[in-house]
């Protein structure tokens, strides 16, 4: 088991960073720099305070010889390019899930104004703060808010190519076991993530939990949480989250059978488990892809067992 994991995390480090390059060789930080440098040409009538901009940040960016729509937000300038407002969100360090959540929100006609103005305050905050900047500083700042961005999309990628992979050996298994309806009606012909078997049971393929499993009378049976990420820092978190959902599966049914599915079980997880009443099986991930012997134990437990069903 540990050379597998070894193997895996090399693996997945590699793609990792394949995808740091792409994304690298991909950016266009550097042209973005420079279009929103020649912006200054254009007649902008530049309201500072209604924009957001303080005067002391003014004077430091024209002190440090930085033109206004360098480091400034402006509506217009994001108008006539789109692409801009994600060099103005970078320089400002602000992921774009949280600009999303602190957003005045408003009207539509407001919203490119309410946009820069909560761009400008941290872009003005920023100045401020560091007292001096180049453009060379500006473009290091872009590669590093867009770095930890990057690495929240490989977090997800691992998570979402784990469930895929796990939905895609489940349906398989039903498929060679001929346990799957020939006809989907109602809602299971509707959505491609459900799997309909002939017993009525139903198979549905989603976030959270990320699976779900209900018989013909709608009861839920079983539940499964995938945690495709192999990082021992975030193990226990990982549990946290498995508890959250298995908690609410119990409430619901208090004999559905909780499957925890991890890439990855650290001491201090195991010895957690030990005590977790709401996790009925834990079956680790790597091995169900890679080994048969346990993928069919696996199998054993979710369709015979858990699921009812006979082959």
């Not at 001096?132 to 290091?140: P, S």
């Not at 009443?277 to 169900?288: G, H, M, Q, T």
Request: with cysteine; glycine share 4%; hydrophobic share 40%.
């Amino acid at each position: 088991m540990p050379n597998l994991i070894h193997s895996e995390l090399t693996d997945r480090y590699l793609k990792r960073a394949s995808l740091f390059w792409k994304f690298s060789r991909d950016a266009k930080f550097a042209k973005w720099q420079r279009e929103a440098r020649s912006a200054s040409w254009r007649n902008l009538v530049w309201r500072w305070e209604e924009l957001g901009v303080s005067q002391e940040a003014r004077e430091t960016a024209e002190r440090l010889g930085l033109v206004p729509s360098e480091v400034f937000a402006h509506p217009e300038v994001i108008l006539q390019n789109p692409d801009l407002q994600k060099y103005y969100r970078l320089v400002a360090c602000l992921p774009a899930k949280g600009m999303a959540q602190i957003r005045v929100k408003g009207a539509k006609k407001d919203r490119l104004l309410s946009i820069c103005i909560l761009l400008n305050r941290f872009l003005s905050h920023l100045l401020l703060q560091t007292g001096r900047t180049t453009r060379e500083i500006l473009l290091r700042t872009m590669y590093a808010e867009a770095g930890s961005e990057w690495q929240g999309t490989w977090v997800n990628k691992i998570g979402q190519v784990a469930a895929l992979e796990l939905e895609r050996i489940i349906t398989q298994f039903a498929e060679d076991k001929e346990l799957v309806a020939l006809e989907r009606p109602d809602l299971a012909a509707q959505e491609e993530n459900i799997l309909l078997l002939k017993s009525g049971t139903t198979i549905v393929f989603g976030s959270e939990p990320d699976v779900e499993c209900r018989d013909s009378s709608k009861a839920l049976v079983c539940v499964l949480e995938i945690k495709g990420s192999a990082d021992k820092a975030g193990a226990q978190t990982r549990l946290g989250e498995t508890k959250k959902s298995f908690t609410k599966a119990k409430l619901e049914n208090p004999r559905c059978v909780t499957l925890f599915l991890p890439s990855i079980l650290t001491p201090a997880v195991r010895k957690q488990l030990k005590t977790e009443r709401d996790i009925d099986k834990v079956f680790e991930l790597l091995p169900i892809f890679k080994d048969s012997a346990k993928r069919q134990e696996f199998f054993e437990e979710l369709f015979r067992y858990c699921l009812q069903e006979k082959f």
